[in-house]
T-cell receptor, first 114, second 115 residues
Framework: AQSVTQLGSHVSVSEGALVLLRCNYS??????LFWYVQYPNQGLQLLLK??????LVKGINGFEAEFKKSETSFHLTKPSAHMSDAAEYFC????????????FGTGTKLQVIP | GAVVSQHPSWVICKSGTSVKIECRSL??????MFWYRQFPKQSLMLMAT?????????EQGVEKDKFLINHASLTLSTLTVTSAHPEDSSFYIC???????????FGPGTRLTVT
């Protein structure tokens, strides 16, 4: 069984400020962890993923996330927010391998204030 | 590479009619595809797992007779919403597992509106 908790359904940051979106997971097996971004009326775009190996994962658009097993966390960060980052972000978990179902968190809507 | 398409992107149908949504992996073969549903301002919920050449596996609470899934080829899975009702209005997203097995690639979604 697996689950994802995203803390904060809405996060507002100023343009140029640090972005921090929180995600905690629960999994009975070693997890694969993902962050996706969704713009209005569009599908999902993969930002980054953790499967095995290095716990600090770098993704597209300057985002990165760190897998912390002891804290069961996979928080998403970006040093400097851009207006184009405003979107909905989903953290997700699956058992290892792409043949397993992906369980999504409830999402965090990021607002970037100019 | 690894592109998944969906057709149509937006469909409006009348209550009581059926509508078919296609999910295609354009540049890879996918033995496994997944169908998700997303209500407005909510997260994605898995509806069913579709395996090529076999019956789909539905998640608990999903009506298999209402949401018919066919995965007849390695590049195509279809979701048919039968006797659609307004409460079926939603955003339907499919994903396909790349043969490398590490990741699912998501389609752009289909917005269904039932009037």
């Amino acid at each position: 069984a697996q689950s994802v908790t995203q803390l904060g359904s809405h996060v507002s940051v100023s343009e140029g400020a640090l972005v921090l979106l929180r995600c905690n997971y629960s999994s009975s097996v070693p997890p694969y962890l993902f962050w996706y971004v969704q713009y209005p009326n569009q599908g999902l775009q993969l930002l980054l993923k953790y499967t095995t190996g290095a716990t600090l994962v770098k993704g597209i658009n300057g985002f990165e996330a760190e897998f912390k097993k002891s804290e069961t966390s996979f928080h998403l960060t970006k040093p400097s927010a851009h207006m184009s980052d405003a979107a909905e972000y989903f953290c997700a978990v699956s058992a290892s391998g792409g043949y397993q179902k992906v369980t999504f968190g409830t999402g965090t809507k990021l607002q970037v204030i100019p | 590479g690894a592109v998944v398409s969906q057709h149509p992107s937006w469909v409006i149908c009348k209550s009581g009619t059926s509508v078919k949504i296609e999910c295609r992996s354009l540049d890879f073969q996918a033995t496994t595809m997944f169908w998700y549903r997303q209500f407005p301002k909510q997260s994605l919920m898995l509806m069913a797992t579709s395996n090529e050449g076999s019956k789909a596996t539905y998640e608990q609470g999903v009506e298999k007779d209402k949401f018919l899934i066919n995965h007849a080829s390695l590049t195509l899975s279809t979701l048919t919403v039968t006797s659609a009702h307004p409460e079926d209005s939603s955003f339907y997203i499919c994903s396909a597992t790349h043969p490398r097995g590490q990741e699912q690639y998501f389609g752009p979604g289909t917005r269904l509106t039932v009037t």
